[in-house]
């Protein structure tokens, strides 16, 4: 059994009917902070119970606005019940086409006509909420077990009346086996939990040293305080002797301590608060082990709270491990998390709005589902926690873009968007995450994919590949990768055709005026800047910095001659670009560096100065994804 469905009206932020759909295994919510993810959790937990038997107790700020006009309702569906759990809640049951799903509709209402005025909670059963709500004993089988992101991992694993470890160690199956009535000379390993307590007791009731005080106070009560005739006994008693063998365990589980023994030499000092974390979860796992009974449900916020990276990926392949009959819902801000739970398991939850990835939802194929597995790694799954995503081909892209809108006065950070680079394939794949099904289910999150026309001027041929390459004549016949521009019969169907792949929704593809990033940099007017920053990457460093500055000198007029040596711009363009074409200089490397003489370069200029001298298809593609998010 698993939960397929959790459906919020009037819950918190969530004014509208709002539907999450599960899968059985794990299931990852992400999100940006305060979009609902810890209300989801707080809904399951609500109409279900928890396992440490915590009392929910429903608050005005529940209620959407704190109006409690409206009544708050949540609605739970369970698949995939076995035999055993259809017998448990067979006169609750729904039967649907397939199979027999269990229904639960759990209702709040604030009643005014009462004083103090407070809240009702109803529960039943069923689609139309027309069948009694499960009993009591069913009602045990669905309660989850809850940890909280704020938890004070070692005070519940230490002894007391609220600890959690006694908890988990009583609901342990078969933990009171064994003798239970100690008789001398018995093993007393042989005794069960109960026989411990008595066995204890006894000791402790029947020491010499307790049994002299016993009967000295017996002594000094009938010589010394009681008249004549008054005679009493005195008699020295464990507390919680005559307890039922359930509160003797409890009592002896209370005085238990769960504490990590460090055995290597490597480990030294206090315990972590991470490692604290993952030993609390190690005993919550232990009650919700799989079995083939019994379904158990586990909500985690922020698991990653205080672990390290390889300790969270160790976290979640052991989630994904369990067995068929345990379902965990996790909220995270880890992009590492997201990263490694399968992308179908992933529910992005944006203004207050569920996007499940599950397939059939989005408009990925089954083949982009397995790429994107692949290939989403960390790095990556930051684009389900922004606001606004530029997806890119390259790291030449990757590193300019944050400084060109900087310039722009359009600091990515401050607006919530992330740059996810794909290198040169899989864009239309991770375009396609952003996009539905169904048209008015749409992401309300501004995606720009950035890709290159991947069209050469007619000159370029000569100057970036082969020199040979001056006439038409002389080009490859078969086998050739490259367009150009001459090629080229319908330009309007052409650049449609690029932009389909990935455009749709809020997904916009931008694309170059002509041929790719570098090229389209100098043909807009900073070609000499760029040979500059070429230069300075190609001076031979040296410990005399004069000497350095006069290389870099003489390596800029070598380069600005044969720059100036051409008479077309797109000539020019192609000559810069040949210092990539022909690996010259490493495109990473060069944006790297050209980032930083972009602010020395437009410092002091006006705004549309700037604009005029940067790539069109740039700057619009920073002005959508940031005047979006403006507009939320």
């Known amino acids: 059994m698993y939960i397929s469905s959790v459906t919020i009206e009037n819950f918190r932020a969530f004014k509208e009917k709002t539907v999450f759909n599960f899968n059985p295994g794990v299931t990852v919510l992400v999100g940006e902070n305060d979009c609902g993810k810890s209300t989801v959790i707080d809904a399951i937990r609500y109409v279900l119970g928890t ?31 076995t035999v055993k759990e259809k017998a448990a809640f067979m006169e609750c049951l729904t039967y649907a086409k397939e199979n027999e799903i269990l229904i639960i509709n759990w209702t709040a209402k604030y009643m005014t006509n009462v004083k103090p005025h407070r809240t009702f909670v109803s529960i039943n059963c069923g689609r139309n909420a027309d069948v ?64 411990i307590f008595n066995l204890s007791n006894y000791l402790l009731a029947n020491h010499e ?82 079995n083939d009974e019994c379904s158990t449900f586990m909500l985690i916020e922020e698991p990653e709270a205080h672990i390290h ?102 600091n990515l950070t401050d607006y919530g968007v992330s740059i996810v680079d794909v290198k040169s394939t899989g864009l239309r794949r991770y375009a396609k995450i952003f996009q539905r099904q169904r048209e008015d289910e749409k992401i309300n999150i501004p995606v720009a994919c950035i890709t290159d026309r991947d069209v050469m001027p007619d000159c370029a041929p000569a100057i970036c590949i082969n020199e040979t390459y001056d006439k038409k004549e002389n080009w490859p016949k078969k086998n050739r990768k490259w367009k150009v521009e001459s090629e080229i019969t319908n330009k309007g169907e052409y650049l449609h055709t690029i932009e389909e792949k990935a455009s749709g929704q809020n997904v ?85 560096q050209f980032s930083f003489d972009l602010e020395t370069i437009f410092k002091g200029k006006k705004v549309q100065d700037i604009v005029n001298l940067l790539p069109r298809y740039l700057v619009e593609a920073i002005e959508y994804v940031t005047d979006e998010i403006e507009g939320i």
């Open 51 to 81: 396992t440490d038997q915590n009392w929910q107790r429903v608050e005005l700020s529940d209620y959407y606005q704190e109006n409690t006009e409206n009544e708050i309702h949540i609605t739970i569906v369970f698949d995939g019940l």
């Open 132 to 195: 009694p709500a499960p009993s009591a004993e069913a009602r045990e089988l669905l309660r989850v077990t809850y940890l909280k992101p704020l938890r004070d991992a070692q005070a519940q694993m230490k002894s007391g009346r609220s600890s959690r470890l006694a908890q988990i160690l009583s609901s342990i199956p078969d933990l009171n086996t064994g003798e239970r009535e100690y008789s001398e000379g018995m093993d007393i390993t042989t005794l069960s939990l109960s026989g």
């Open 309 to 410: 990276a390889q300790r969270q990926l160790k976290l979640i392949q052991s989630m994904q491990s369990k067995g068929k009959n345990q379902q965990i819902i996790v909220t995270t801000h880890s992009p590492l998390l997201a990263s490694v739970v399968e992308l179908n398991n992933l529910i992005m939850i944006q203004n207050r709005k569920a996007f499940s990835m599950k397939v059939g939802e989005t408009l990925l194929d089954a083949s982009d589902y397995k790429y994107l597995e692949r290939y989403l790694d960390a790095t990556k799954s930051n684009l389900f926690f922004a606001r606004g995503v530029i997806i890119v081909e390259g790291p030449g892209e990757a590193l300019l873009l944050p400084s060109i809108a900087n310039i722009l006065g359009r």
């Open 508 to 592: 916009k593809t931008f694309i170059p005026e002509q041929w790719t990033l570098e090229y389209e940099i100098a043909a807009n007017g900073l070609g000499e800047e760029m040979l500059k920053t070429i230069a300075g990457m190609r001076v031979r460093k040296n410990k005399d910095q004069e000497k350095e500055e006069d290389e870099k000198a003489r390596i800029v007029e070598e380069y600005m001659q044969e720059y100036d040596g051409y008479q077309d711009k797109e000539a020019k363009s192609s000559y810069v670009y040949s210092f990539f074409s022909h690996k010259l200089v490493p495109k990473a490397e060069f944006a790297q």
């Open 209 to 290: 040293k307790i049994k002299d005080v016993n009967l000295g106070i017996s002594k000094i009560l009938n010589t010394e305080l009681m008249l004549n005739n008054d005679a009493v006994k005195t008699e020295i008693t464990v507390s919680g002797d005559g307890n039922t063998d359930e509160k003797k365990i409890h009592s002896l589980l209370e005085k238990l301590d769960l504490n990590i023994r460090k055995d290597s030499a490597l480990n030294y000092g206090n315990v972590g608060l991470g490692t604290s974390n993952l030993m609390s979860m190690a005993c919550e796992m232990l009650l919700n082990q799989d």
